[in-house]
């Protein structure tokens, strides 16, 4: 279907290939192991994925935000370069989750948290396919977006706020670093 060869899979989600060089790509995935990551805990299960936050923290276990070690400077230029796809300005960009998926963890169904507004993910290692669904009546729409390694997306508006998302478990090391943005008072 050529004539949707540069429209957005979904209203609301944007992508853009190569966000971050291959040397960047290994310097942040020796900088995420190193960080101290963590198995993700929600409600008292444990999950397998391992996580880290920079800036600005929302603990699943007590469901509230709370605080976070800065950004490290070597994070800084790799958000700004988030932003400046997003069209956002940086400091915008107040979190920075990390995120490793070993072999046998992914992510289930989920929205971010409505505390956050926009959601900027990059791709590390292996490739993998965020799946969306959102449900109607009679089951779910569905769509799935291919997260090649050094790219980057952006989610915002229906597929942030409408569609949920998720990867299913991989058999390869994949890792991923999300920016978001508070969400606006309304
Ligand atoms: O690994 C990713 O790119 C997605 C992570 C995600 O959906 C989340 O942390 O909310
Ligand atoms: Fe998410």
Same mark, same amino acid.
């Given at each position: 279907?050529?004539?949707?060869f540069?429209?957005?899979?979904l209203?609301?989600?944007?992508t853009?290939a190569?966000?971050i060089?291959?040397?960047?790509e290994h310097?942040?995935i020796?900088?995420i $192991?190193?960080t *101290? &990551?963590? +198995?993700?805990?929600?409600?008292g299960?444990?999950?397998? @994925?391992?996580?880290?936050?920079? %800036? ?5 276990e007590?469901?509230r935000?709370?605080d976070?070690?800065p ?5 800084l ?6 932003a $400046?796809?997003? *069209? &956002?300005? +940086?400091e915008?960009?107040?979190?920075a989750?990390?995120i @490793?998926?070993?072999?046998?963890? %992914? ?7 409505p ?7 990059i791709?590390?290692g292996e490739?993998?396919t965020m799946r969306?669904?959102?449900?109607r ?5 569905r769509a799935?977006?291919?997260?090649d390694?050094?790219?980057?997306y952006?989610m915002?508006g ?5 569609w949920?998302?998720s ?5 390869h090391l ?5 920016f978001?943005?508070?969400a606006?008072?309304?």
């Amino acid at each position: 279907m050529l004539e949707l060869f540069d429209a957005p899979l979904l209203p609301g989600l944007a992508t853009r290939a190569n966000l971050i060089t291959a040397d960047e790509e290994h310097m942040l995935i020796d900088r995420i $192991d190193a960080t *101290g &990551l963590e +198995p993700f805990r929600f409600q008292g299960w444990t999950g397998k @994925r391992l996580t880290t936050s920079f %800036g600005w923290s929302y603990d699943f276990e007590v469901g509230r935000p709370k605080d976070a070690p800065p950004m490290p400077d070597w994070l800084l230029p790799i958000r700004d370069r988030a932003a $400046d796809f997003a *069209g &956002l300005a +940086p400091e915008t960009l107040i979190q920075a989750l990390l995120i @490793r998926y070993d072999p046998g963890a %992914g992510i289930g169904w989920h929205r971010d948290r409505p505390i956050y507004g926009h959601v900027l993910g990059i791709s590390l290692g292996e490739p993998a396919t965020m799946r969306f669904r959102r449900r109607r009546a009679d089951g779910f729409d569905r769509a799935s977006l291919p997260l090649d390694p050094r790219g980057g997306y952006h989610m915002s508006g229906p597929a942030r706020h409408d569609w949920e998302h998720s990867i299913a478990p991989m058999e390869h090391l994949r890792w991923s670093i999300t920016f978001r943005s508070l969400a606006e008072h309304r």
